[in-house]
Structures are given as structure tokens and as C-alpha cells.
């Protein structure tokens, strides 16, 4: 800073918004690179050709990975530099409604980052305080301390913050999620039935101020409208400038599908990871209109070619074509069937010798899992179609690279409110209130191929204790929120269901004969952070069975 002291360069607004913009952009950091502890080992997603090793398997996770180090590393960064911003506060000449509103942004910002913390390791070392130097003397606190702060921290931050604004920025929306998730989260945790309708409040006070769930599926998640009604919080990036983008954006779009082609032959890059498990694609029914924007059932020859603004529509025609297959009774793709494809790829601009089909057994019956999973485990290159929720044709130049991706992404939208608050009542043994709050979600408009299909039906139909209740609150939320940065490990985790669900629908642990151990539920503290803290010990504050 050419001789310009701290004190000296934050004392200017241009100073201090460093300090604000590095809180917030501390979020690319944790999810611009698929955060593989909030996803891998599910009950959601398998293996692909990116092998994802203890995340899937978790035999071998222990306290020297290098991910859950680096995760922790990063967590705690973006903790500094909240508290460098809240140190700094006073500093700059801030109007005062300013001042407030940055300060109650970086509390929730710092709480936030301890939560997704808590959601991994249970109680944690709680830093809220700003030094030039590393503190090495920090203890861990216990779980019912940690929530406290995350809370207190949070509900300070309510009033602060404005009411509404760009979901880049915190607002009240955004902290009333959070508080809805962190109490939904301490009830489980800490056996809090009063924890369970507090967070069902804060779920409400989202609720209200948002409205009931109006837009339909494809428009929530259209490339070209990504700060839609229902999005809550998003990670930013920005498409202008973008002409030389390589590896600034962030990897979300390369993800959940095989590998289909090189960037360089005009494909997008799929980085062949968090495959989605069979039961999630025999979950959709035929007349799901979710499964059918999700999933790119007609590749082109260059992959953006399927958008509006693509370089070409048409041109090259089709490559690949995956006829989904939902008939229990069909065993076979026959030369008949094959005709009925031809016809149907010519008449969208496609070449009837020119692509290859890949019949997606997509039916619940056990051949049609056989089928499905034989391919997912032999890594056949294009066997599974591409996966299109996180496309970002805007920056369609830069799909060769694993990081090309400026589309925002999503930490938090409406639908998971909604959610969180059927969860809370699956707490308190209210099933048929939960039960109708997940139906909302499903009863959402255009959620069904044709107004003539049967009606979408919901899991949560019948069941009679919380474990049936939670299960298929899992198959619902699964289909819903399908490669989302929302939380999957640690909503199964808080349930006390991850041993359960990965038991019963992880395809990894029965391809490798794996038997569930309860110390899974918590990962394990990394190894240099015991070493590096003189208040911390490996006999006192490893997580057990690391």
C-alpha cells in the first residue's frame, strides 16, 4: 500500500469496502470449486470418473485430508476478514444507517461462516475477534455454546439489515432462512422441540414477506433470469467483462453428469463427479416437468447450440439422444423403438445417421437399476445425458474450462424455506402439516409435462412415524433441490439419518460392500488445526473414532 499504514488506508471508504468485498467474496472461494463436504457421500449422487475417494466411501477420511483442511482454512480466512471489517467499522466516514447496516451484514456473514462449520465438525473454535497476528490459543467450545453464538449473532444482525436488496447482499430474507436452519438445526442437535417452532417463524417470516411459490420450475432456474422472485442468496459473479474468462467464474455448471465431449470439440465440460443415483431419476414420474429441465435429453453437436443464443442452433445437428425409459415391463431397445427416435431427432434438426442413443432406464424396477448403475460403474463416456440446471450459455466461450461458469450461485431460494419448515414439523410429529407444506412444492405451477398427466404424487403420503416422515422428506427435497449448495450432508447428518439413507439408496456403499459407522456423522477436525492451536489436544477435542 506504499507506506500506508492499516489504520490510514481503512479510514477510506475505498479502504474499508476491501474489507467488505473480501467477506462476501469469500463465499467463491468455499463454493466456486464444487464443495465436495456438502455433497460427496450422500444419498443423492455416486461416483463418476472423478473419483471422489473418503468423501463417497468415508473408510479412509481422517484428519490429514487435504479438502476438509483446506475447507477449514478457508472457513476461518473468511471469519478474519468479518472481524478485520467489524475492527475497521468505526474508521471510515460512514453515515450512520450505513455503518449499521455493514456491521449487522459482517455479524451474520461471520456467523454464517462458524454455522457451516458447526454442520461439519459439531463444536468449534469461535473467533470473533480481529488480530494482525495468528491467535493459536483458542479453545473449542462445546455445541450448545457454538449455537449460541451462531444465534446471538444472527438475531443481532436481523434488525440491521434492510429488508430487501439484491441476493448478493444479506437482507432479512436471507438471515431469517438462516435462523430458521440454525434453530431447525440445535433442535436435532440439542432434542429442542421449542428450537423447532422457532424456526418455523423464521421460515414464516420468509414465507410472508416472499409470497406462496409462484413461478414454475424452469422459469426459477432459467440461464437468463437468475435473481428470480424465489432466489434468497446468491454467490456473485458477473457476466460483463467476461470475454477472457477462463477459470474466474466458478465449476457448478460441470457438475452431476459423465463425461460427453472436449471443450475444445465446442462441448461443455463435465468433470464426470456427483452422478445422480438411480432412485433419484426413477423418483420423477413421467409427467415431472423437473426431470425434464434438469436433464438435456437432446445433445447438439455443440453443446449451446440448445439455447436461443447458441452459436449455431442446428448446425452439426444432434449428437446424442436419451430416450427415457419408465415402463417397468420394458427390457429391451428395439430396432422399432430406435425408428421412433430417428423420426423424433430429425424433426428438432438432427440427422437420422448421425447421433448415437443412450436409453436412460429410468423405471424403479431392478433391472432397470441393474441397467443404469452397470453403466454408471463401467464410466462409459455419454452414457447419461448432460445436466442443465446451472448452464451458463451467456459465457458459452469459456465451457472449456472447469471454472468457466459467471451464472450466480444459488445458496438459498424459497423452495428450501418451505422445506425447513416442513422439516421442523416432521420434528414435532406433525406429519400431515409437513406432508402439506412439501405438496405446495409439488402442486408448484407447470409442474407437470401436460395439464392432461396424472397428478405428481408425494412421498410423505401416509407415513406414520419420523422415520418414514424424514425418509421421504429426503426422496422429496432430493428431486427438488438436485445439485444444490444448500446443505444435503448436513441435512442428513442433523436428522441422525445419514447412516440410514446412505444404508438404503447410496449406490457407492453397496458397490464396495461398505457397513455404516456411527463416527461418520462428524468429520474429523483436521490434524494441523489440533497441532497449530496450543488450546486444543487430540485427546480432548478430536471428533471420536478419528
Given at each position: 500500500?506504499?507506506?500506508?499504514?492499516?489504520?490510514?488506508?481503512?479510514?477510506?471508504?475505498?479502504?474499508?469496502?476491501?474489507?467488505?468485498?473480501?467477506?462476501?467474496?469469500?463465499?467463491?472461494?468455499?463454493?466456486?470449486?464444487?464443495?465436495?463436504?456438502?455433497?460427496?457421500?450422500?444419498?443423492?449422487?455416486?461416483?463418476?470418473?472423478?473419483?471422489?475417494?473418503?468423501?463417497?466411501?468415508?473408510?479412509?477420511?481422517?484428519?490429514?485430508?487435504?479438502?476438509?483442511?483446506?475447507?477449514?482454512?478457508?472457513?476461518?480466512?473468511?471469519?478474519?476478514?468479518?472481524?478485520?471489517?467489524?475492527?475497521?467499522?468505526?474508521?471510515?466516514?460512514?453515515?450512520?444507517?450505513?455503518?449499521?447496516?455493514?456491521?449487522?451484514?459482517?455479524?451474520?456473514?461471520?456467523?454464517?461462516?462458524?454455522?457451516?462449520?458447526?454442520?461439519?465438525?459439531?463444536?468449534?473454535?469461535?473467533?470473533?475477534?480481529?488480530?494482525?497476528?495468528?491467535?493459536?490459543?483458542?479453545?473449542?467450545?462445546?455445541?450448545?455454546?457454538?449455537?449460541?453464538?451462531?444465534?446471538?449473532?444472527?438475531?443481532?444482525?436481523?434488525?440491521?439489515?434492510?429488508?430487501?436488496?439484491?441476493?448478493?447482499?444479506?437482507?432479512?430474507?436471507?438471515?431469517?432462512?438462516?435462523?430458521?436452519?440454525?434453530?431447525?438445526?440445535?433442535?436435532?442437535?440439542?432434542?429442542?422441540?421449542?428450537?423447532?417452532?422457532?424456526?418455523?417463524?423464521?421460515?414464516?417470516?420468509?414465507?410472508?414477506?416472499?409470497?406462496?411459490?409462484?413461478?414454475?420450475?424452469?422459469?426459477?432456474?432459467?440461464?437468463?433470469?437468475?435473481?428470480?422472485?424465489?432466489?434468497?442468496?446468491?454467490?456473485?459473479?458477473?457476466?460483463?467483462?467476461?470475454?477472457?474468462?477462463?477459470?474466474?467464474?466458478?465449476?457448478?455448471?460441470?457438475?452431476?453428469?459423465?463425461?460427453?465431449?472436449?471443450?475444445?470439440?465446442n462441448m461443455k465440460r463435465s468433470v464426470d463427479a456427483f452422478v445422480p443415483a438411480h432412485h433419484v431419476i426413477s423418483g420423477f414420474q413421467a409427467n415431472d416437468s423437473r426431470y425434464w429441465?434438469?436433464?438435456?435429453?437432446?445433445?447438439?453437436?455443440?453443446?449451446?447450440?440448445?439455447?436461443?443464443?447458441?452459436?449455431?442452433?442446428?448446425?452439426?445437428?444432434?449428437?446424442?439422444?436419451?430416450?427415457?425409459?419408465?415402463?417397468?415391463?420394458?427390457?429391451?431397445?428395439?430396432?422399432?423403438?430406435?425408428?421412433?427416435?430417428?423420426?423424433?431427432?430429425?424433426?428438432?434438426?438432427?440427422?437420422?445417421?448421425?447421433?448415437?442413443?443412450?436409453?436412460?432406464?429410468?423405471?424403479?424396477?431392478?433391472?432397470?437399476?441393474?441397467?443404469?448403475?452397470?453403466?454408471?460403474?463401467?464410466?462409459?463416456?455419454?452414457?447419461l445425458p448432460a445436466f442443465k440446471k446451472f448452464d451458463n450459455p451467456q459465457n458459452a466461450a469459456n465451457s472449456i474450462n472447469n471454472n468457466g461458469s459467471t451464472r450466480s450461485i444459488v445458496?438459498?431460494?424459497?423452495?428450501?424455506?418451505?422445506?425447513?419448515?416442513?422439516?421442523?414439523?416432521?420434528?414435532?410429529?406433525?406429519?400431515?402439516?409437513?406432508?402439506?407444506?412439501?405438496?405446495?412444492?409439488?402442486?408448484?405451477?407447470?409442474?407437470?409435462?401436460?395439464?392432461?398427466?396424472?397428478?405428481?404424487?408425494?412421498?410423505?403420503?401416509?407415513?406414520?412415524?419420523?422415520?418414514?416422515?424424514?425418509?421421504?422428506?429426503?426422496?422429496?427435497?432430493?428431486?427438488?433441490?438436485?445439485?444444490?449448495?444448500?446443505?444435503?450432508?448436513?441435512?442428513?447428518?442433523?436428522?441422525?439419518?445419514l447412516g440410514h439413507m446412505l444404508t438404503n439408496y447410496n449406490a457407492d456403499f453397496e458397490r464396495n460392500g461398505i457397513t455404516w459407522e456411527e463416527h461418520w456423522d462428524l468429520r474429523p477436525?483436521?490434524?494441523?488445526?489440533?497441532?497449530?492451536?496450543?488450546?486444543?489436544?487430540?485427546?480432548?477435542?478430536?471428533?471420536?473414532?478419528?
Amino acid at each position: 500500500m506504499g507506506g500506508i499504514n492499516n489504520e490510514e488506508f481503512y479510514s477510506t471508504e475505498v479502504g474499508f469496502s476491501t474489507l467488505v468485498t473480501a467477506s462476501y467474496a469469500s463465499l467463491r472461494t468455499l463454493y466456486g470449486n464444487e464443495p465436495i463436504w456438502d455433497l460427496g457421500g450422500t444419498d443423492i449422487y455416486q461416483e463418476g470418473k472423478d473419483p471422489g475417494g473418503p468423501f463417497y466411501r468415508y473408510e479412509s477420511l481422517n484428519a490429514g485430508n487435504t479438502t476438509l483442511k483446506e475447507f477449514y482454512q478457508n472457513t476461518y480466512q473468511a471469519i478474519q476478514n468479518t472481524n478485520a471489517a467489524l475492527f475497521y467499522l468505526d474508521a471510515p466516514n460512514l453515515a450512520s444507517s450505513m455503518r449499521t447496516q455493514v456491521e449487522a451484514e459482517m455479524r451474520f456473514l461471520r456467523a454464517f461462516y462458524h454455522f457451516i462449520l458447526m454442520e461439519q465438525f459439531g463444536g468449534i473454535v469461535i473467533n470473533e475477534e480481529y488480530t494482525n497476528s495468528p491467535r493459536v490459543n483458542i479453545p473449542r467450545s462445546d455445541l450448545a455454546t457454538s449455537y449460541e453464538f451462531v444465534i446471538s449473532e444472527m438475531e443481532a444482525a436481523l434488525s440491521g439489515v434492510p429488508s430487501d436488496s439484491d441476493p448478493g447482499r444479506v437482507n432479512k430474507d436471507i438471515v431469517n432462512h438462516y435462523l430458521a436452519k440454525a434453530y431447525l438445526t440445535r433442535a436435532w442437535d440439542l432434542g429442542s422441540n421449542s428450537d423447532f417452532n422457532t424456526a418455523i417463524s423464521h421460515a414464516d417470516a420468509v414465507i410472508a414477506n416472499k409470497g406462496s411459490i409462484e413461478l414454475e420450475y424452469s422459469e426459477v432456474w432459467d440461464p437468463y433470469n437468475v435473481n428470480n422472485e424465489e432466489i434468497i442468496f446468491t454467490v456473485q459473479y458477473s457476466n460483463e467483462g467476461v470475454a477472457n474468462l477462463q477459470d474466474a467464474g466458478n465449476n457448478q455448471q460441470t457438475l452431476y453428469a459423465v463425461y460427453s465431449g472436449s471443450g475444445s470439440g465446442n462441448m461443455k465440460r463435465s468433470v464426470d463427479a456427483f452422478v445422480p443415483a438411480h432412485h433419484v431419476i426413477s423418483g420423477f414420474q413421467a409427467n415431472d416437468s423437473r426431470y425434464w429441465f434438469d436433464f438435456m435429453l437432446t445433445t447438439y453437436n455443440e453443446y449451446f447450440n440448445y439455447y436461443p443464443d447458441g452459436p449455431g442452433l442446428g448446425k452439426g445437428g444432434v449428437l446424442n439422444y436419451y430416450p427415457v425409459i419408465k415402463d417397468p415391463n420394458k427390457t429391451s431397445f428395439t430396432p422399432a423403438d430406435s425408428a421412433e427416435w430417428d423420426a423424433y431427432v430429425a424433426s428438432v434438426g438432427g440427422k437420422a445417421d448421425g447421433y448415437i442413443v443412450f436409453p436412460i432406464w429410468a423405471g424403479a424396477s431392478d433391472f432397470h437399476k441393474t441397467q443404469y448403475e452397470q453403466r454408471a460403474w463401467g464410466n462409459t463416456d455419454r452414457r447419461l445425458p448432460a445436466f442443465k440446471k446451472f448452464d451458463n450459455p451467456q459465457n458459452a466461450a469459456n465451457s472449456i474450462n472447469n471454472n468457466g461458469s459467471t451464472r450466480s450461485i444459488v445458496l438459498a431460494r424459497l423452495t428450501e424455506t418451505y422445506f425447513l419448515k416442513a422439516e421442523a414439523l416432521i420434528g414435532l410429529n406433525q406429519f400431515s402439516q409437513a406432508r402439506d407444506i412439501v405438496q405446495e412444492i409439488v402442486d408448484r405451477p407447470g409442474n407437470k409435462v401436460d395439464s392432461g398427466g396424472e397428478d405428481i404424487t408425494n412421498a410423505l403420503d401416509g407415513v406414520s412415524n419420523q422415520t418414514e416422515a424424514l425418509e421421504a422428506y429426503f426422496l422429496e427435497s432430493g428431486k427438488e433441490m438436485l445439485g444444490e449448495y444448500n446443505g444435503r450432508w448436513p441435512m442428513l447428518r442433523r436428522t441422525n439419518m445419514l447412516g440410514h439413507m446412505l444404508t438404503n439408496y447410496n449406490a457407492d456403499f453397496e458397490r464396495n460392500g461398505i457397513t455404516w459407522e456411527e463416527h461418520w456423522d462428524l468429520r474429523p477436525i483436521p490434524q494441523d488445526a489440533i497441532q497449530l492451536n496450543e488450546a486444543l489436544t487430540f485427546e480432548n477435542d478430536q471428533n471420536p473414532g478419528y
